[in-house]
T-cell receptor, first 115, second 113 residues
């Protein structure tokens, strides 16, 4: 039973480039959450998506960041024109249904480094 | 808005010593979850507490949910080097029309052999 799959594990980009982070939820999970974690800090909520819908993007910067979860394929977190401050670990989590009583299953994360 | 606060932020212990991290919410929680993140790893769900005053044990780990359901603790007896990592608590908060899981900032545990 595959867990939450994120790729790439590590991504290096130069300032101004685009970064695309992918997340395939666990089988049977239709709810996806993205978090950002700076070194030695906590998890900061970014966005919550269901298939083809963005439910809550209150934690995502208004500019340069976007997320999608299409009907087919993985969820994508896209960062345009990256800056040094975007360097962080980005974690995706999934759950079978949305409920705050449901545990979230996390992927291994994508470590994004901006040169 | 609702906050979930954890203390301490860091804890250094000698192997064999006990360790406790505390989680406090500004509002009553319907449940509290605990996660562990090893250095360089990802958060892993440990347990969920639902009932007022509930106590659950996992080997050397004891989880407690306060009577008022506004605080929780995780206690590790006789720490081992494998306990190293960051422990997060998480609780629901009603925000944006739904219940969102809010994570505390975590307690980073270092265990010296």
């Amino acid at each position: 039973n595959a867990g939450v799959m994120q790729n790439p594990r590590h991504l290096v980009r130069r300032r101004g480039q685009e970064a695309r982070l992918r997340c395939s939820p666990m089988k049977g999970h239709s709810h996806v959450y993205w978090y950002r974690q700076l070194p030695e800090e906590g998890l900061k909520f970014m966005v919550y998506l269901q298939k083809e819908n963005i439910i809550d993007e209150s934690g995502m910067p208004k500019e340069r960041f976007s997320a999608e979860f299409p009907k087919e394929g993985p969820s994508i977190l896209r960062i345009q024109q990256v800056v040094r401050g975007d360097s962080a670990a980005y974690f995706c989590a999934s759950s079978p249904q949305h409920s705050s009583n449901q545990p979230q299953h996390f992927g291994d994360g994508t470590r994004l480094s901006i040169l | 808005g609702q906050q979930v606060m954890q203390i301490p932020q860091y804890q250094h212990v000698q192997e064999g010593e006990d360790f406790t991290t505390y989680c406090n919410s500004s509002t009553t929680l319907s449940n509290i979850q605990w996660y562990k993140q090893r250095p360089g790893g990802h958060p892993v769900f440990l347990i969920q507490l639902v009932k007022s005053g509930e106590v659950k044990k996992q080997k050397r780990l004891t989880f407690q949910f306060g009577e008022a359901k506004k605080n929780s603790s995780l206690h590790i007896t006789a720490t081992q080097t494998t306990d190293v990592g960051t422990y997060f608590c998480a609780g629901p908060a009603f925000s944006g029309g739904y219940n969102k899981l809010i994570f505390g900032a975590g307690t980073r545990l270092a265990v010296h052999p």
